[in-house]
Nanobody, 126 residues
Framework: VQLQASGGGLVQAGDSLRLSCTAS????????MGWFRQAPGTEREFVAAISRNGGTTFYIDSVKGRFTISRDNAKNTVSLQMSSLEPEDTAAYFCAAGWLAGPDTLATRAAGYDYWGHGTLVTVSS
């Protein structure tokens, strides 16, 4: 599986941004998907995840109510809609795919993911 993330950019605090990640292959619906981020000088951080069938999602507390993860299995895409962006959201954002057994399961740790895309940079100015 190859993942290609896009949609990053430079925005002001309070703005919105939508990240997209497109996957290659015909087994996209077998993978739980997640978004991680990494700010300069910090470790990669889990942000959000969505189950294979899209029915279950999970977010870290700092983005709850501001970010929404979604997927379209017909288009092999997963998106992260980000609103009310804060300077603390500045980071490179990575999408990841993890082979999961159950349609409603998801992974919240990097170890649960098998494939990673290149990061897309989000910069939020104050």
């Amino acid at each position: 599986v190859q993942l290609q993330a896009s949609g990053g950019g430079l925005v002001q605090a309070g703005d919105s941004l939508r990240l997209s990640c497109t996957a290659s292959g015909r087994t996209f619906s077998r993978y739980g998907m997640g978004w991680f981020r990494q700010a300069p000088g910090t470790e990669r951080e889990f942000v959000a995840a969505i189950s294979r069938n899209g029915g279950t999602t999970f977010y870290i507390d700092s983005v709850k109510g501001r970010f929404t993860i979604s997927r379209d299995n017909a288009k092999n895409t997963v998106s992260l809609q980000m609103s009310s962006l804060e300077p603390e959201d500045t980071a490179a954002y990575f999408c990841a795919a993890g082979w999961l057994a159950g349609p409603d399961t998801l992974a919240t740790r990097a170890a649960g993911y098998d494939y990673w895309g290149h990061g897309t940079l989000v910069t939020v100015s104050s």
